[in-house]
C-alpha cells in the first residue's frame, strides 16, 4: 500500500484508525444513520462525546476537581488574548517568557489588555534556545511560557518554579511527555498538532484563578461563560472535538503518556543522532533545549538542496521543508507519526551523505 | 435503504453527496493519500480550498470587490461582539431590531462595548412577530437585524431601506432566498444550518465600512487582521471549511439560490397548509412573518404528545421537538432537506388527524 511519511509542523499527523473513525462517522454517526455533521450538538451521543472529552484531558493531566476543561473555537491564537482577559487585572502586570513567534504574539496581544513584562527572551538569537538565567516577578499577575516551539525547534525541558500562577500555551507538544499538570493554573492547546485537527482549542484553568480582574466581559471571550456552559455555550466546533477525543482515546488505550514519551524520546533521538553524525547536516538549536516534536536542521552544502530534495520526496516523505523564518528542514514528529517514518528519513540522509561526499 | 428525516434546528441536514465527500477526504484528500484533518492549512490543495469558499460567497451574493469573505472559528455568538468592535465607533451609537433570542444576545454584547439603541422588539408577544413600525436613526454607527428566528419561527420577510449600514445575522437562512445582498454592509452566518457543519461562521464585509472606530484592537477580533491574512491569519477551522465549500458548491451547481428558493417556499407551503388544515394543529407566529426554514407548531390538544410523538417517530422523523421557549415542535426546513421528507411529516399529521378526531 502506497504510504505517505507525513513530518507536517500542523495540522499534523494523526492516528490512521482515528482518520477511519472519523471519516464513518460522517456518513453514519454511532450507528444513528445520520451523519455527526448533521445532527444536533444537545443530542444526547454528542453531549457524550463532550463530556468524555473534557474529562479525558483531566484523566491526562492527573487532575482534579480543582480544574476545568473547555474547548473553544478560533485557535490558540485567540487564547493569546482570552488569557490575560480573564487573568489580568486592571493595574497588573503580566510576565512573559519570549522564546519564539507565538510567545511574541502573545505578549503582543496582553499589551492590548494590560501591562506586561517580558522577563526574558532568546530574540536576540533568532529564538534558537530556552533562556534559563531569569527571575520570576512575584508581584505578577501570571507568568506565561510557551513548552514548544514549533518554528524554531526549541522546547523547554525544565519547567520553572513559579511563585505566581504559570500559565502555558502547550499547542505544540501536549501530551508527548510526562509533566506535573498541577504546576500550571492554566494551560492551553490548539488541537491540530498533537490533540486532533483545526478547529478546536483545548483550555485547562484552574477555577480558583477566575473571576478576579474586575474587568466586564464580553460573553464569548469568558471562561467562566464557556464552563458554565459545558463548552456548549453555543454551537462548539463539534467535528474537531470528535476527532480530538478520538486521538486522545487512541493515546490512552495504547498506553498514555508514559508509552508515548518513550517512543517521542526515540524518534528525536534517532533523528537528532544522524543529523550530529552525517557530515552534511548539522542542528539549528542548542542541543540542551531539543524539540522532540520539531527537530529543525540544515545542509552544510546549501547548493544541494535540490539532490536532497528530489531524494526524500522519492521516499514518499512530505511536510519536511523547514519554516521560512529558519529555513532548512523541519521533521515534526508528533505523537501519531509512527518511528518507521523517522527511520526512512534517516536513511534518506545517510544515503545522501553516501552520495555526495 | 433506511432513511431518517432530518428536521434538526442545526447543526442540520446536509446533502447525502457532501458527506460522502467529506468522509472521503477524511482517509484520502484529493488524491494526496493524506487525509484534509492532517495536512498543512498552507497546502496549495488547501489553499484552493479556502480562496473558492471565499469566492463563491461573493458568486452566489452577487457582489464585486467592495466586499471581502472572511472565515472564522467561534461562532456567530463570537459576532455578536466582533461586529460592535469592529464598526461601534467609541461614541457613536448601534442601532438594534430584537427579534429573538439571538438578537438579544448580539445586543448584550454590544451594551458591553458601547452605547445601543433598541429600535423596535418583539419581546411584548414572546417574539411571534417582526416588529415593522419603527425609524431607522440616521445618525446611528449601523442597524443590526435578525433575518431569521431559528427559535420563535419567524422570518424577515422585506428588509429595511436603511440609511445606515445594515448588518445582518443570517445564520439560520443564508443562501435560502434571493436578497440584494448589496443592500448589506455586513452578513454573518454560522455554518451549520444552511451552509454546513459547526466550527465555521462566515462574515461578508464592505471593506469600507471597516478601521473606522478608533479602537485599539486584538488581532483576533480585528475583521482587517483576517481579510489581510486571507482567512488564515492563524490556522482555520480546516475541515468545517471544507464541508461549507462542498455544501455551497452542491448548491450552485444545482441551479443556485433561485433554484432552491422555490423548493424552500413549497417545502414550507406544504407545512405551513397542512399545519392551518388540520384540526388538530396551530402555528405559534404571525402569518405574515413565518419562517421558511423553521416552522413552530403546536397541538391543539397537549394530552395527544405522547400520541403523536410515537407517529413521527416510527416514521423516521428526527429533530422535530420544539425549543424550551416555544414548546410544541419546530420542523427546520434547511436547504438540503428534500420535499420528500416534508411529505411524510404531513402524511404523519394526517394520520393523527383521522385517528384522533
Known amino acids: 500500500m502506497f504510504k505517505v511519511h507525513n513530518f507536517s509542523a500542523g495540522p499534523g499527523i494523526l492516528p490512521a484508525d482515528v482518520l477511519k473513525q472519523a471519516s464513518n462517522a460522517c456518513v453514519n454517526f454511532e450507528n444513528l444513520n445520520l451523519s455527526l455533521l448533521e445532527i444536533s450538538h444537545r443530542s444526547k451521543n454528542y453531549e457524550n462525546v463532550m463530556d468524555e472529552a473534557r474529562s479525558i484531558i ?8 480543582d480544574y476545568e476543561v473547555i474547548y473553544l473555537g478560533g485557535g490558540a491564537s485567540l487564547q493569546f488574548a482570552m488569557v490575560p482577559y480573564n487573568l489580568l487585572s486592571e493595574n497588573g502586570t503580566a510576565a512573559y517568557l519570549n522564546t519564539g513567534v507565538w510567545s511574541t504574539k502573545a505578549i503582543k496581544e496582553a499589551k492590548i489588555i494590560g501591562n506586561t513584562n517580558v522577563i526574558a527572551s532568546s530574540e536576540d538569537k533568532n529564538f534558537n534556545y530556552i533562556p534559563k538565567d531569569y527571575s520570576i516577578p512575584s508581584d505578577a499577575d501570571y507568568l506565561h511560557i510557551t513548552s514548544n516551539n514549533t518554528i524554531f525547534g526549541t522546547q523547554i525541558k525544565k519547567f520553572p518554579k513559579s511563585p505566581i500562577p504559570l500559565v502555558c500555551d502547550m499547542s505544540s507538544d501536549i501530551f508527548s511527555r510526562s509533566i506535573n499538570a498541577n504546576d500550571f493554573t492554566l494551560i492551553y492547546a490548539g488541537a491540530q ?7 478546536c482549542t483545548m483550555v485547562m484553568v484552574k477555577k480558583e484563578a477566575l473571576g478576579k480582574t474586575g474587568r466586564k466581559m464580553l460573553s464569548m471571550l469568558d471562561y467562566q461563560v464557556h464552563i458554565k456552559g459545558g463548552s456548549m455555550y453555543n454551537t462548539p466546533p463539534v467535528f474537531p472535538i470528535y476527532v480530538t477525543l478520538l486521538t486522545l482515546k487512541w493515546l490512552k488505550q495504547n498506553g498514555g503518556i508514559s508509552w508515548i514519551e518513550k517512543i517521542n524520546q526515540q524518534k528525536s533521538n534517532v533523528l537528532y543522532n544522524e543529523i550530529d553524525r552525517n557530515s552534511l547536516f548539522h542542528g539549528t538549536t542548542s542541543t540542551d ?3 522532540q516534536m520539531n527537530v529543525c536542521f540544515l545542509l552544510n552544502k546549501p547548493e544541494l538542496e535540490v539532490e536532497f530534495d528530489k531524494l526524500w520526496k522519492d521516499a514518499n516523505i512530505s511536510g519536511i521543508k523547514g519554516h521560512r523564518d529558519v529555513g532548512g528542514y523541519r521533521a515534526s514528529l508528533y505523537n501519531a507519526l509512527p518511528i518507521e517514518s523517522v527511520n526512512v528519513l534517516v536513511e534518506v540522509m545517510k544515503y545522501f551523505e553516501n552520495k555526495f561526499t
Request: aromatic content about 6%.
Open 58 to 65: 483531566k484523566d491526562l493531566f492527573e487532575v482534579g476537581e
Open 193 to 199: 498538532k498533537n490533540m486532533g485537527p483545526a478547529g
Open 289 to 291: 533545549d531539543r524539540s
